[in-house]
């Protein structure tokens, strides 16, 4: 979510220089963003609904029933392995290695959201079966067929260069395994010359997902995601003093910069669900 948006005027940065964007502004959010009341109100009423476990709280449009469809598309046993990539604090991929038995390794580029995650893998007791890395998708740091399913949510549209994301994730999974994701569809013209989103914007993952040796089992629209996504962004540019006394300063001014922009530019064409098998 947070990419500093301001530094949109400033040219289009480096993949590198948007990655350390990224990040700084996650970062930012996640120092206090678990903590702060007024934001998981505002996440639970309006972007994910109020049946998701608050255990497994996070910042992205993921519901409950798209969680269950997940776990359950994933043919994910007890004790397979499963890969949360850009897993943030880790709500997301801990609810669903609690559903399936899965073993779990997740991956961010946020060093706050990678402790955070660690220590809500111990909360909700599955510290002796998920772990928590640095890495990005362009470079995960994991072995060869080493997962046995891979989960992205509402996040592989900030990845600077999604060919050789996907290219990583079909490395680090078994044939036969599968990717199941949330994201953003970015229309290109929406997004030229913004910082992160214009580096790469992809307007329909299908073509790269065939291109990179997946086999597409299904793509659909998830319901209701655009007018969730206005109503949390607005709530979070209504409710600055609150945000600002728990996120701090650079956090609110980091979710706010982006909450603002993408109302603003308006980038996404839609926000899909896709199901994909490792050929």
Known sequence: MPTHAADAQAGEPSAANARALVAEGYDAVYADGADSPALQDIWLRLACGTDFPAEF????????????????????????????????????????????????????????????????????????????????????????????????????????????????????????????FTAFEVEPAHVQGYPVLGLDPVPDYTPLLSEVGFTVDAYEETAGWRERLTAAYQAVLDEPDSLTDELGEKGYMSLSLEVAVTLGLDPYRRRVLGVATRR
């Open 57 to 180: 709280s996070h910042i992205s449009f993921l519901t409950l029933a798209e969680a269950q469809r997940i776990a359950h598309d994933s043919g994910l046993a007890e004790d397979d392995r499963l890969v949360d990539l850009a897993c943030g604090t880790g709500g997301p991929g801990l609810l669903i290695a609690r559903e399936t038995g899965a073993a779990l390794t997740g991956i961010d580029i946020s060093e706050v959201g990678v402790a955070r995650a660690e220590a809500r893998s111990q909360r909700v007791g599955l510290g002796g079966s998920a772990e928590f890395r640095v890495g990005s998708f362009e470079e995960t740091g994991l072995p060869d067929l080493f997962a046995d399913a891979a989960l992205t949510v509402d996040a592989l549209q900030y990845s600077t260069d999604k060919r050789s994301a996907l290219h990583e994730i079909a490395r680090v999974l078994r044939p036969g395994s599968r990717l199941l």
